[in-house]
């Protein structure tokens, strides 16, 4: 744990990047592949009741014998929901890091790769989301337009993540962004004929306090 504390202390110092180089590509993996052990900020399990999974599993509905993408899905733990949801379709769980993969469910597809380069055929899912990891993309253009690549015509995507507005509230690494709603939602509609977002709270009864996103999305 030292020795993750302290590359971190080290991330945390230095100027946002503007672009993705090969060395902070690394720096990113291997922070994530450390960060695995991390059980407490980063746990294998959630609540089934907490508002960002409940939406991803209203907003897409019955998948039948569909097949569903979490990008960046850390340790699978929202996978694993939308999977015990729609038993018959195929949820492909897929991270930077192989040690998240390492938690996730046997019953998902687990895939190692980078949302800058999605490592699927085009059109070749009817769902898709990224929960909190697009922020991490640097290349925040090049991930948006992966992400809707892999989708087939008709199909949803689901963005959650932190609102710009609030930037400040938490301690980030440097290469994090946070979005405000118009910034993903041009980006959104160069790809997809539907693009909604709104604020929303860990818990549904619960009013957001702004700190959250949910952009919606219907390529």
Same mark, same amino acid.
């Given at each position: 744990?030292?020795?993750?504390?302290?590359?971190?202390?080290?991330?945390?110092?230095?100027?946002?990047?503007?672009?993705?180089?090969?060395?902070?590509?690394?720096?990113?993996?291997?922070?994530?592949?450390?960060? !695995?052990?991390?059980?407490?900020?980063?746990?294998?399990?959630?609540?089934?009741?907490?508002?960002?999974? &409940?939406?991803?599993?209203?907003?897409?509905?019955?998948?039948?014998?569909?097949?569903?993408?979490?990008?960046?899905?850390?340790?699978?733990?929202?996978?694993?929901?939308?999977?015990?949801?729609?038993?018959? !379709?195929?949820?492909?769980?897929?991270?930077?890091?192989?040690?998240?993969?390492?938690? !996730?469910?046997?019953?998902?597809?687990?895939?190692?790769?980078?949302?800058?380069?999605?490592?699927?055929?085009?059109?070749?899912?009817?769902? !898709?989301?990224?929960?909190?990891?697009?922020?991490?993309?640097?290349?925040?253009?090049?991930?948006?337009?992966?992400?809707?690549?892999?989708?087939?015509?008709?199909?949803?995507?689901?963005?959650?993540?932190?609102?710009?507005?609030?930037?400040?509230?938490?301690?980030?690494?440097?290469?994090?962004?946070?979005?405000?709603?118009?910034?993903? &939602? &041009?980006?959104?509609?160069?790809?997809?004929?539907?693009?909604?977002?709104?604020?929303?709270?860990?818990?549904?009864?619960?009013?957001?306090?702004?700190?959250?996103?949910?952009?919606?999305?219907?390529?």
């Amino acid at each position: 744990m030292p020795r993750l504390m302290g590359l971190f202390d080290k991330l945390f110092s230095k100027k946002k990047p503007s672009e993705l180089t090969p060395d902070l590509a690394n720096e990113i993996r291997r922070s994530f592949e450390e960060s !695995a052990g991390d059980e407490e900020h980063f746990p294998s399990t959630i609540d089934p009741r907490i508002y960002h999974v &409940k939406l991803i599993v209203d907003y897409f509905g019955d998948l039948g014998t569909g097949r569903a993408l979490d990008i960046g899905c850390g340790k699978g733990r929202f996978a694993r929901i939308l999977k015990e949801r729609n038993p018959e !379709a195929e949820v492909a769980a897929m991270d930077l890091a192989v040690a998240m993969l390492r938690f !996730a469910d046997t019953n998902l597809e687990r895939v190692a790769g980078s949302m800058l380069d999605l490592p699927f055929r085009s059109a070749s899912f009817d769902a !898709a989301y990224a929960t909190e990891s697009l922020e991490h993309a640097v290349d925040i253009e090049r991930a948006v337009a992966e992400m809707c690549r892999v989708l087939k015509p008709g199909a949803k995507l689901v963005i959650i993540d932190k609102n710009a507005a609030h930037w400040g509230r938490l301690e980030t690494p440097q290469w994090e962004k946070w979005f405000h709603d118009e910034e993903l &939602k &041009k980006l959104l509609r160069r790809h997809c004929r539907q693009v909604e977002s709104k604020p929303i709270s860990y818990w549904e009864d619960v009013e957001p306090d702004g700190m959250f996103l949910a952009w919606l999305a219907v390529k």
